[in-house]
């Protein structure tokens, strides 16, 4: 997957999951991580892998309703953002899995 679809369907998630400005600006809110995690689900479904290296380069962009994403210029470890990347690890953690795999914590 490219770079441009690689964006469009993280954008397409953000609006559909309702991520916006004032989310970001306001963690505390009840919803906050609800909504992080059913974003992180749903793009998981949707086949982005958690492996991919893109992550690490994402850049939150405030673009009307909701956020846009972009990836940052340069180098790939120019782009490396220690904050996004513990809270992508604590989302997935949150879904109980490390995988490419949106099931939730498995129950046995």
């Known amino acids: 997957m490219d ?24 963690p505390d809110d009840d919803s906050y991580v609800d909504r992080w995690v ?33 990836l940052a210029a340069g180098s790939p470890e120019e782009g490396r953002d220690a904050d996004f990347r513990l809270g992508l690890q604590l989302l997935v953690g949150l879904l109980g899995t490390d995988k490419n795999d949106c099931r939730g914590p498995q129950h046995g």
């Not at 441009?4 to 369907?9: A, E, G, Q």
């Not at 992550?55 to 846009?68: F, T």
């Open 38 to 70: 059913s974003f992180m689900a749903s793009c998981l479904r949707d086949g982005l892998a958690l492996s991919d290296e893109r992550w690490s380069r994402l850049v939150v962009r405030d673009s009307g309703p909701a956020i846009r994403f972009e």
């Open 3 to 26: 770079d441009v679809h690689f964006l469009r369907k993280l954008n397409e998630h953000a609006v559909r999951e309702r991520l916006n400005k004032k989310l970001i600006e306001r």
